[in-house]
């Protein structure tokens, strides 16, 4: 990260954090947390996917402005495929608008050979992100978030990562029934031939009082320059909440 980012990260945080007087009563530590089974294996960046189904946990620990958002996945195989390891602070902490600064060590299980025979290598990423979150109502959202990847071994990606998504939560479906749907527009631009346009529309169903909750995510190339071209991936899964 260069030094002008990190001094311009640094003002913020401090302007940010001295503007608004703390309240004691968000004080507490609160913990999130879900377990799904996924028919394939999506990551974060829709545009990659482990292509095999796959068992993703995620956890969040919130204290005042602060959080920490695991994530672990695993193949089905029992190989680890993606560690995520974010922490979030909210610059801007608003009713209707939220600001945040994030930073991801993450490692990826990559496929690879030696002396002919199958090995799992671990790829190390530092991840840069910042979202805004602008909350139309408690249902609707909008999220404007820029990530920057930067790839720790050799042959590893960097690049950038832009996306737009729209939610609505809570859609009452007859007294029990509940909908969640979201549409993300995303663009990616890494080394090499790794560009592209997507869009990736998920949708989710559960009933009130019960923690369960299935879903359907699909992504669709809509323009890219990545060979063989992304297409189209979908994913089904069922979802745990604790």
């Known amino acids: 990260m260069r030094p002008t980012f990190c001094l311009l990260f640094l003002f913020i945080f401090t302007i940010s954090y001295s503007s608004e007087i703390p309240d004691s009563s968000r004080t507490k530590l609160k913990a999130y947390g879900s377990v799904s089974l996924n028919t394939n ?3 974060s960046i829709p545009a990659f996917s482990l292509d095999k189904p796959a068992v993703i946990a995620s956890v969040s620990l919130v204290k005042n402005r602060f959080s920490y958002d695991p994530t672990l996945g695993y193949g089905f195989d029992l190989r680890i495929w993606v560690i995520d390891n974010w922490l979030h602070y909210k610059l801007i902490l608003r009713p209707a608008f939220e600001l945040i600064a994030g930073f991801d060590a993450s490692t990826f299980g990559n496929k690879n050979t030696l002396q002919g025979e199958p090995i799992r290598e671990a790829q190390r990423y530092f991840t840069y992100s910042i979202t805004g979150v602008y909350k139309f109502s408690q ?8 990530w920057n990847d930067r790839g720790q071994e050799k042959g590893t990606l960097k690049g950038h990562f832009f996306t737009i998504t729209g939610e609505r939560t809570d859609i009452c479906i007859g007294k029990n029934v509940l909908l969640s749907s979201a549409l993300q527009l995303f663009y990616i631009n890494y080394d090499g031939n790794n560009d592209g346009l997507f869009v990736s529309p998920k949708i989710s169903s559960s009933i009130k009082n019960i923690p369960f909750s299935i879903f359907f995510q699909a992504t669709q190339a809509l323009t890219s320059n990545i060979s063989p071209f992304p297409g189209f991936r979908w994913n089904l899964g069922i979802s745990y909440t604790l």
């Open 139 to 146: 249902k609707e959202s909008l999220t404007v978030a820029y």
């Open 41 to 43: 294996g999506i990551a």
